[in-house]
């Protein structure tokens, strides 16, 4: 195992179009978190999966904004109606149920023009 | 809401020289604090976590000290090379399942 995952590494879309990211986290870490990060900032944090259930969804997410993680291992991150505000780089992030140490993937930077 | 600050927010220092990168946060009742190292347009690389009730973490060149009651942790970089160059940034793990970032701290080691 390599590390966390993400797909694709870039993605330029149209303003309006949807958009879909894909999140693989390390093996067994049961706790998922997805950030969203401009540039010259830290990242923001968006939601918090653990396992299946999504426990926490920041106000970030505005109802564009959609996330799965359907059998608690990979997860999606959906964008519907995009706008040129949505773009950044979207990090996802795992962490094992023992320990809090968050790992991150390399990212997905988002274009939207 | 818990904040984070970094400072310098900029660093530029000679190859061979020590350096420390400072994080302040606003609220102590912190579980855990982490530093990590961002190269540009990559993620995020994990260097040190230090929880709450410890004082400091080492790892090789880097050692992260935690002062919770003050708000405050360094990173010490000792004998810093070009491949150093990168953001540093901090982050602090509240009771919530979420990390609050700082805006980061670029270095720059001129060979």
């Known amino acids: 195992d390599t590390g966390v995952s993400q797909d694709p590494r870039h993605k330029i879309t149209k303003r309006g179009q949807n958009v879909t990211f894909r999140c693989d986290p390390i093996?067994?870490?049961?706790?998922l978190y997805w950030y969203r990060q401009t540039l010259g900032q830290g990242p923001e944090f968006l939601t918090y999966f653990q396992n299946e259930a999504q426990l926490e969804k920041s106000r970030l997410l505005s109802d564009r904004f959609s996330a799965e993680r359907p059998k608690g291992s990979f997860s999606t991150l959906e964008i519907q109606r995009t706008e040129q505000g949505d773009s950044a780089m979207y990090l996802c992030?795992?962490?094992?149920?023992?320990?809090?140490?968050?790992?991150f993937g390399q990212g997905t930077r988002l274009t939207v023009v | 809401k818990q904040e984070v600050t970094q400072i310098p927010a900029a660093l530029s220092v000679p190859e061979g020289e020590n350096l420390v990168l400072n994080c302040s946060f606003t609220?102590?009742?912190?579980?855990?604090l982490q530093w990590f190292r961002q190269d540009p347009g990559k993620g995020l690389t994990s260097l040190l976590l230090?929880?709450?009730?410890?004082r400091e973490q080492t790892s090789g060149r880097l050692n992260a000290s935690l002062d919770k009651s003050s708000g405050r942790s360094t990173l010490y970089i000792a004998a810093s090379q070009p491949g150093d160059s990168a953001t540093y940034l901090c982050?602090?793990?509240?009771?919530?399942?979420?990390?609050?970032f700082g805006t980061g701290t670029r270095l720059t080691v001129i060979p």
């Open positions: 093996s067994e870490h049961n706790r």
């Open positions: 230090i929880q709450s009730s410890q």
């Open positions: 609220d102590s009742a912190i579980y855990n």
């Open positions: 992030a795992s962490s094992p149920p023992d320990r809090s140490e968050a790992f």
């Open positions: 982050a602090v793990r509240t009771g919530a399942n979420n990390l609050f």
